[in-house]
């Protein structure tokens, strides 16, 4: 099947008669079964989606379907979809059914989206590479001894290799901008309190975001139009999380945008990742935007925040995981606590199990305050001087990694080696600002890197319009 990069094209073969909607899911179904050794689905929704492509046609013939029919969706294995399963790449979740849909699912639905399957990831979304995941990690389609990030790496790769048209991720220290990067695609991280959370499995629940995977802004700006607002279920929605804007402006003003010193020289940065970094800001300037240096001097305490905060968060969140409510309950438990401590210790993996007592250890009576307290503060000054450079510039330019995507098992050995991953990518999650991963780089060696655009919170409309013109100029230039 043909590869379609938006959803403007489908829409358009299936007006012209030469596509529907079953023939869409079913194009993209034989490509998922193609490409299992990747291991980017831990299901397929075939009856589901199959149905729902049938309905749809239907509509589109009737003049009565919603604002997505025609996009075939991936959902990472974090987000419920009721009677479908879920397990957040567990073993504590194997076989776990959700009782009820995300929001975002019903959003989805309700507009006609069509929704494939469920993504591998990190397990609890806990990771960098993918390779957290119980059901095995995923191989990058662009090269399979790479990883494709994490921990929405199926999700990405679900784009990167046309078994869908777009992806649904989270992103609570960079899994949708860090995968994005690693696999040539568009990732974008809302501003916390813009998409309902209710049905995303929780990590750390001040941090994390739903947001879309996709090839074009076009269809970036229109799932962010059905999957924000408003949510009687989600009470740290913002006011502002209304997103209403269909159209996308060409012609963009003259921006201010900044760069932080600290980051571009940053010691563990790929030259080639730099280099372009920088000849992005110069085509930049020469566009005639504003673009200067900044001064940012919390760089340093932005991954220890991240990991303090967050797996206090976790471990707190993770507690519901008993052996007694769902999930997974050990066969060698033979009473209340040997319920609690086997299932507990059979059904986690290792990088879970270390989060989980890192954050329990930052919350004990003894060093909560010397931990978490102090790490809330931190937290506070990043999102203060965050705000700071926003309200002087429009956006914020850093590459989204240090580095393009590297080799599956290089890095896994070393915890405080893969956690250094999310050095540029945290920031965004501690201030709760947007931000998006854009894939206008690439190495000698071909393989793709991500350029980041942070904006000021609920500036998706500028940052989507700004990135959009962004990728046209670096298309043509290509040319
Ligand atoms: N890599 C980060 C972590 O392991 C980010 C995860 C995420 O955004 N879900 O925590």
Do not use: W
């Amino acid at each position: 099947m043909k590869k379609y990069l938006n959803l403007q094209d489908i829409r358009n073969d299936i007006d012209n008669g030469i596509l529907n909607c079953v023939d869409l899911v079913n194009g993209y179904i034989a490509n998922i079964k193609e490409s299992d050794n990747l291991n980017i689905f831990l299901e397929v929704f075939e009856d589901s989606a199959l149905r729902k492509a049938k309905e749809v046609d239907e509509k589109i013939k009737q003049g009565t379907a919603g604002k997505l029919a025609g996009m075939v969706i991936s959902i990472k294995d974090n987000i419920c979809y009721k009677g479908h399963k879920v397990t957040a790449s567990s073993k504590i979740l194997e076989g776990f059914e959700s009782l009820y849909s995300s929001t975002v699912v019903d959003k989805i639905l309700k507009e006609d989206g069509i929704i494939i399957g469920r993504t591998n990831c990190d397990e609890f979304a806990m990771g960098s590479s993918n390779e957290n995941s119980f059901y095995g990690n995923v191989k990058n389609p662009l090269d399979e001894d790479l990883t494709p990030g994490g921990s929405s790496g199926g999700a990405a790769s679900s784009v990167a290799a046309n078994l869908c048209l777009l992806a649904l991720g989270s992103d609570t220290g960079g899994s949708i901008r860090q995968p994005a990067s690693f696999t040539g695609t568009i990732g974008l991280k809302p501003t916390y309190g813009m998409v309902s959370r209710h049905g995303l499995i929780a990590y750390a629940s001040s941090f994390d975001q739903i947001g879309p995977i996709a090839n074009s802004i076009e269809d970036i700006n229109l799932i962010l139009n059905v999957i924000s607002g408003k949510d009687e279920y989600d009470s740290t929605l913002s006011k502002f999380s209304e997103y209403d804007y269909l159209e996308l402006v060409n012609d963009v003003p003259r921006m201010k945008i900044a760069f932080l010193d600290c980051y571009l020289n940053h010691s563990g940065i790929n030259p080639e990742v730099k280099a372009k970094t920088e000849e992005v800001i110069a085509s930049l300037k020469s566009m005639g935007h504003k673009v200067e240096m900044v001064d940012f001097d919390l760089l340093d305490q932005l991954v220890p925040t991240y990991y303090v905060i967050t797996t206090a968060e976790a471990s707190s969140n993770l507690a519901r995981y008993d052996g007694i409510h769902f999930g997974y309950r050990s066969k060698n438990a033979f009473d209340l606590e040997s319920t609690y401590l086997k299932s507990r210790s059979e059904g986690f993996g290792p990088e879970v199990k270390r989060r989980i007592m890192l954050g329990t250890y930052v919350l004990s009576a003894g060093y909560y305050d010397a931990y978490f307290t102090k790490a809330q503060k931190v937290r506070r000054l990043v999102r203060k001087r965050t705000k700071e450079i926003l309200k002087e510039y429009d956006f914020i330019i850093s590459p989204t990694t240090p580095h393009p995507a590297f080799e599956l098992g290089s890095q896994n050995q070393d915890p405080i080696k893969m956690y250094l991953e999310d050095i540029f990518t945290v920031q965004a999650n501690l201030a709760g600002n947007p931000a998006i991963s854009l894939p206008i780089g690439k190495t000698k060696a071909g393989l793709p890197f991500g350029i980041q655009l942070m904006a000021d919170d609920f500036k998706e409309k500028s940052l989507l319009d700004f990135s959009h013109n962004l990728i046209n100029n670096f298309a043509l230039k290509k040319a």
